[in-house]
């Protein structure tokens, strides 16, 4: 039994048990791990993020955005029916795969999208002088980079190519659509409130300049095309009746209907006189040997008999004119089709004339851009969150590829 004591305020160190490891002392191979794991930190991480904060504070410049809501909605055309016409036109429309002006909604977006908008945006307002020289942004400048080497390098100022201008437009011009609403959004981006309302309210009526010419043409054409279908109508109806014309003059002018309706005539009124007849043997005032009666008989049985031979006359005469009738019923035809189809392609041509002559909003604006009060970019609270937390992700995506790496390789 160990009767020690220890000396005061001093204590012995735990003795080390047999087996038992010491803990290992810091080494310049684990240091220098430490080291390099921190540069990587601040290489993926500190690095993007102090790029983007020095961006941000010295060279981000504000960028305005006015914004505007329009439909396009599809013409319908006024019928004879009225409210009938519009209803079927709208039953129409809802049978359609897609909204109603949907397609029409699309060749706006494509051509305010188009090297012709900016053309015509250039003439009436001027759009590039609006952003070049208004920033130093190096990410929302017009001048590409190659121009701004060159420029640098001569010293002088150089034409930015239509192409990169086009790109540029369509980088500060944003259109989106929305098929459920059938909503087109126009967003435009500007370095001045002004020029940003100013831009977005040209392109509104650009776009309905536009959509009303290609509705006009449309018009124009299904006029023209109308009125050329009338005159051959009319053509044609007067040949028809030059023809008919011919045929009476061939045939001593002959009308089968007039003849056959005289005919039918005469024996309708044989068939009332004896009608009349038969009245007056019907009455029990005459004796059955009375002159009067004995006259009405023989007017009856005379009745009776010219009938008969009107009925066999006309039967013989339609026999004998049944190819001429044939014809002249043809003829009839024609004409009568000729006259419908005149008169339909007739009304077609005014309907045309009074949609052609009526000045139809066919753009609907939802809003009307408004000034802004104040810069909507850049977003300082988003950009750098996802800076840093794509410094993360790209560092971690890192470390895990280089330690799949370490241990395919020490396999």
């Given at each position: 039994m160990d009767r020690t004591v220890d000396f005061p305020g001093t204590r012995l160190a735990p003795t080390r048990q047999a087996g038992a490891e010491l803990p290992a002392l810091p080494t310049p191979f684990t240091l220098t791990s430490r080291r390099r794991r921190l540069w990587w930190h601040c290489f993926f991480i500190g690095l993007p993020f102090l790029v983007v904060s020095l961006y941000l504070l010295f060279n981000a410049a504000d960028r305005y955005e006015a914004s505007s809501d329009f439909t396009v909605q599809p013409l319908v055309q006024p019928g004879a029916a009225g409210l009938a016409a519009h209803d079927a036109a709208h039953l129409a429309n809802l049978t359609q795969p897609a909204a109603p002006g949907a397609y029409d909604a699309y060749i706006v977006i494509d051509y305010l999208q188009s090297p012709d908008a900016l053309k015509e945006l250039e003439t009436k307002i001027g759009f590039l002088k609006r952003y070049r020289g208004k920033t130093t942004d190096l990410l929302y400048r017009p001048e590409p980079w190659r121009i701004l080497l060159r420029q640098a390098y001569s010293g002088r100022k150089l034409d930015i190519p239509f192409e990169d201008q086009v790109g540029y437009?369509?980088?500060?011009?944003?259109?989106?659509?929305?098929?459920?609403?059938?909503?087109?959004?126009?967003?435009?981006?500007?370095?001045?409130?002004?020029?940003?309302?100013?831009?977005?309210?040209?392109?509104?009526?650009?776009?309905?300049?536009?959509?009303?010419?290609?509705?006009?043409?449309?018009?124009?054409?299904?006029?023209?095309?109308?009125?050329?279908?009338?005159?051959?109508?009319?053509?044609?109806?007067?040949?028809?009746?030059?023809?008919?014309?011919?045929?009476?003059?061939?045939?001593?002018?002959?009308?089968?209907?007039?003849?056959?309706a005289l005919v039918t005539q005469v024996i309708q009124g044989l068939e009332n006189n004896l009608v009349a007849a038969r009245a007056v043997l019907m009455q029990d005032s005459f004796a059955a040997d009375s002159p009067v009666r004995r006259a009405a008989e023989l007017r009856v049985a005379a009745l009776t008999d010219q009938i008969a031979k009107e009925q066999q006359h006309l039967a013989t005469m339609e026999r004998a004119f049944a190819s001429k009738y044939y014809e002249?019923?043809?003829?009839?035809?024609?004409?009568?089709?000729?006259?419908?189809?005149?008169?339909?392609?007739?009304?077609?041509?005014?309907?045309?004339?009074?949609?052609?002559?009526?000045?139809?909003?066919?753009?609907?604006?939802?809003?009307?851009?408004?000034?802004?009060?104040?810069?909507?970019?850049?977003?300082?609270?988003?950009?750098?969150?996802?800076?840093?937390?794509?410094?993360?992700?790209?560092?971690g995506v890192i470390r895990m590829v280089m330690a799949l790496g370490r241990e395919k390789w020490v396999r």
């Open positions: 437009f369509n980088q500060m011009v944003q259109l989106s659509y929305s098929m459920n609403e059938n909503i087109v959004t126009l967003d435009v981006q500007a370095f001045s409130p002004d020029d940003a309302v100013l831009i977005a309210k040209t392109l509104l009526d650009m776009g309905e300049d536009f959509i009303n010419r290609t509705n006009i043409r449309v018009l124009i054409d299904m006029v023209q095309s109308a009125e050329e279908q009338v005159k051959l109508d009319e053509t044609r109806l007067n040949q028809d009746h030059v023809r008919i014309r011919d045929w009476r003059e061939g045939n001593d002018d002959l009308d089968p209907d007039q003849l056959t002249f019923n043809r003829l009839k035809e024609d004409i009568d089709f000729a006259k419908s189809a005149y008169e339909s392609d007739l009304a077609a041509v005014q309907t045309l004339h009074a949609l052609a002559e009526q000045q139809e909003i066919y753009l609907q604006r939802i809003y009307e851009p408004h000034r802004p009060d104040k810069p909507a970019y850049p977003q300082w609270w988003l950009i750098l969150p996802l800076t840093l937390l794509g410094g993360a992700m790209g560092y």
